[in-house]
């Protein structure tokens, strides 16, 4: 099973001091983030993309291609590519070409986004945001699958004889996640593609993400991919750790309070009854997030928000080595002892990686 983190790259002054981070620092905290992720052994990396303050992140395959020349082994993924708000043939390319500079260690996962003001600064209207993802990626489906490509539709000015460039490493397309909270229509395109649905469920509770997942499942296993268990399917999350609870409590709580995406609402306690934040131990973490697989069933990635609401640097890699060290070992022994035979224990990954993997001795269904 994969384990990785996910950055909202937000710019939020450290309630504790008043301080705000410039821009500059929080990119270079970002590229230091990323490095301690790998550092501590953990299988993903991914980057949101925001074209609004206080976030940063407006061109996540810059810092991934960046990222690809400074990591060696960890899966770079974005959490999320906006598919309404950008141009499917840019993405088929940038996507293609960071394949190459990553040696294949790319994924990514596509997204409506839930920032309004975004469409219309791109040209688009946000009471299209589905009819947009779907005809986006019917596209971009096949202009990584099909050397010439003629097309016609409703949001972009027609094609003819178009070839993406550069081709998919190998031929090989990255693999997709669709990713959504809310939206329904998003996990029936994840299945009718037979792609991976990723359900970042950090507001909302488990019987939520429970419904659609199961939805999910069912559809994929209709459009005739494989069992519901075959299914791919990630998770979001959120932890802050320290080796005695009471005192993750005390440190995290300022932050809790004074976060732009959910400070000034309900209590640390009640939103932690209610969503799968934890903080708390080691132990808390671990059997909280085994707790998911209880709601959900067998997954392939779960994927922490670790340094938001802003969390200092410093603090931020302290958590990493917690849990990279101290929750990730143990989740991946008792996700893997519970995992039944014929279940995918790990998104796929492109055949350059999984060579790689199987040359230097790392199993890759232990990872």
């Known amino acids: 099973m994969e384990f990785g983190i996910f950055t909202v790259g937000d710019v939020t002054a450290d309630p504790t001091t008043g301080r705000t981070p410039s821009e500059h620092e929080r990119i270079k905290a970002t590229l230091a983030i990323a490095a301690k992720a790998e550092e501590v052994g953990l299988d993903v990396f991914a980057t949101g993309e925001h074209h609004n303050p206080p976030f940063v992140p407006s061109s996540p395959t810059t810092l991934l291609g960046y990222l690809a020349a400074r990591t060696e082994r960890i899966e770079l993924s974005t959490s999320t590519t906006l598919i309404t708000t950008n141009d499917p043939v840019k993405i088929a390319e940038d996507f293609a070409y960071l394949q190459h500079l990553a040696d294949g260690r790319v994924d990514l996962m596509l997204g409506r986004g839930n920032t309004g003001p975004v469409y219309p600064w791109f040209g688009q209207d946000i009471r299209q945001g589905i009819p947009l993802a779907i005809e986006n990626y019917a596209l971009l489906h096949r202009l990584w699958r099909e050397d010439v490509v003629d097309w016609e539709g409703k949001f972009r000015s027609p094609l003819q004889g178009f070839t993406a460039t550069p081709r998919p ?8 996640w669709h990713g959504s909270i809310r939206s329904p229509e998003i996990a029936e395109q994840a299945a009718y593609y037979g792609d991976g649905f990723f359900h970042n469920n950090i507001f909302w509770p488990m019987s939520h993400t429970r419904r659609m997942i199961r939805l999910y499942r069912q559809r994929f296993t209709h459009h005739g991919h494989g069992a519901p268990d075959q299914a791919i399917v990630g998770l979001g999350g959120q932890a802050f750790i320290r080796p005695n609870s009471q005192d993750a ?34 132990q808390q973490v671990i059997e909280r997030t085994l707790g998911f697989r209880d709601a959900v069933g067998d997954y392939q990635r ?23 060290g101290e929750v990730v070992p143990v989740l991946r022994k008792e996700f893997a002892a519970l995992r039944p035979a014929g279940v995918p224990a790990a998104a796929p990954r492109h055949p350059a990686v999984a060579a790689r993997e199987a040359g230097s001795g790392v199993d890759p269904e232990a990872t």
Do not use: C, I, W
């Open 169 to 176: 490493l190998d031929g090989v397309p990255p693999f997709v």
């Open 302 to 324: 779960q994927l922490f928000l670790m340094d938001h609401a802003g969390l200092p640097l410093k603090t931020v890699l302290e958590q990493l080595d917690l849990l990279g």
């Open 249 to 282: 409590v005390r440190e995290f709580r300022p932050y809790f309070d004074n976060a732009p995406v959910y400070g000034h609402g309900p209590s640390l306690e009640e939103f932690t009854e209610q969503t799968p934040l934890t903080v708390g131990s080691p």
